[in-house]
């Protein structure tokens, strides 16, 4: 019996992860908001909604393979709902503007929901609504929500980049800020 409980574990582990997709620019900023964050298991940068296999960074920076920077993250929603992670999604990007986030511009910096249930597909469907009925935004959002295909994760050096050079003139310029607000008005959520 001991080996029944340990699958019955194993089990409840799986049913505890669940994953979102997100585009909001350059994945090294993405990726370092959704980093520091409770229940948050893992993030990748990496690449969504493209017509090429496999593509590379230098691919995608062409913006001809139809993808988006983006980013799987692994979390846990019983400690992190999904909800959660969509507000810190829209408050940490400009979800206003096409295929652009600041100075980086292309369709690979789109914004996007990739969702991967109907549940998903609904809950950002529904925030959306409620934030352009609000005006929290100067323009109306233009956010794609689509479906989840194949993610391509980034090349190795792309992974936990800001962590890993913190110090660099882009991380310091457009990341560092993004982790700070997250500090600031999601405290509850960030991991100590």
Known sequence: ????????AA???SRSVAKATFAGGCFWCTEAVYAQLKGVK?????YIGGQVPNPTYKQVCTGMTGHAEAIEVEYDPGVVPFEKLLEVFFATHDPTTLNRQGADVGTQYRSGVFYHDAEQKRITEEVIAKLDAARVFPGK????VTPAS???PAEDYHQDYFANN???PYCQAVAAPKVEKVRKFFKDLVKE
Do not use: N
């Not at 019996?1 to 019955?8: E, T």
């Open 141 to 144: 959002i233009v956010t794609e």
């Open 166 to 168: 913190p110090f660099q």
């Open 1 to 8: 019996m001991a080996g029944l409980g340990s699958v019955r």
């Open 150 to 152: 194949t993610f391509y």
């Open 42 to 46: 893992s993030v990748t940068s990496g």
């Open 11 to 13: 089990d409840d582990e």
